[in-house]
């Protein structure tokens, strides 16, 4: 069946470093894949998107890109803030219910970022 | 996007009770899911809620444990029935509307079963 890999966690940064989330995929068919955010006593919220390869997801300064040669979608960003500390999750959605319809999500496990001072 | 609600946010209960988890949207989402995310791990799918119809439970999960109600095109409810200490958790609800295939997610409820 489909799933999803994560670099496990806890990842710690300082301010202003780079951030590099790796996330790999088992799936059949073309998934599309989705990054979601889970700030701490929050709900899970979509931060960014790819629905084919080399599809280039972005917003607020991270950016995934739908690798299907390796079947990969690494988040990344330049530069981390405090405000940035979260888990990440990687999702991908399965199509076996038709293009047009709604797909269940398979999420990895979640990496936990702390960004400090 | 549609804004999404559930209640109650957090709970405590005893062994062998059930509790009743709310969703509610504050526009017609065609289809809802549940989701459980047990402490430290990952968000499983519980089962997918359509309106007018029997929801559809993935493995591991059944109806006698975890009944779904999709009464309307803007709520939903989840009962946790005969709670053990395994069913502490959060669980969540999200919706997407027809034609995408991405979902936006509620808050989460998170129980603690005694």
């Known amino acids: 069946g489909d799933s999803v890999t994560q670099m496990e966690g806890p990842v710690t940064l300082s301010e202003e470093a780079f951030l590099t989330i790796n996330c790999t995929y088992t799936?059949?068919?073309?998934?599309?894949l989705f990054w979601y955010v889970q700030y701490p006593g929050e709900g899970l919220q979509l931060l960014l998107k790819?629905?084919?390869?080399?599809d280039k997801g972005s917003n607020k300064g991270f950016e995934a890109t739908y690798r299907k040669e390796t079947t990969s979608f690494h988040l990344e960003k330049g530069s981390v803030q405090v405000s940035d500390s979260a888990v990440y999750f990687c999702?991908?959605?399965?199509?076996?219910?038709?293009?047009?319809?709604?797909?269940?999500?398979?999420f990895g496990t979640g990496t936990r970022l702390q960004v400090t001072l | 996007s549609a804004v999404i609600s559930q209640k109650p946010s957090r709970d405590i209960c005893q062994r062998g009770t059930s509790l009743t988890i709310q969703c509610q949207v504050d526009?017609?989402?065609?289809?809802m899911f549940w989701y459980r995310q047990q402490p430290g791990q990952s968000l499983t799918l519980i089962a997918t809620?359509?309106?007018?119809?029997?929801?559809?439970?993935e493995s591991g999960f059944v109806i006698d444990k975890f009944p779904i109600s999709r009464p309307n095109l803007t709520f939903s409810t989840l009962t946790v029935s005969n709670m053990s200490p395994e069913d502490s958790s959060i669980y969540l609800c999200?919706?997407?509307?027809?034609?995408?295939?991405?979902?936006?997610f509620g808050p989460g409820t998170r129980l603690t079963v005694l």
């Open positions: 999702a991908l959605s399965d199509q076996k219910y038709g293009v047009g319809t709604a797909s269940k999500l398979t």
């Open positions: 526009s017609q989402v065609t289809m």
């Open positions: 809620a359509n309106q007018g119809s029997e929801a559809t439970y």
């Open positions: 999200s919706w997407t509307g027809q034609g995408a295939n991405e979902q936006f």
């Open positions: 799936a059949t068919g073309y998934p599309s």
């Open positions: 790819a629905t084919k390869a080399d």
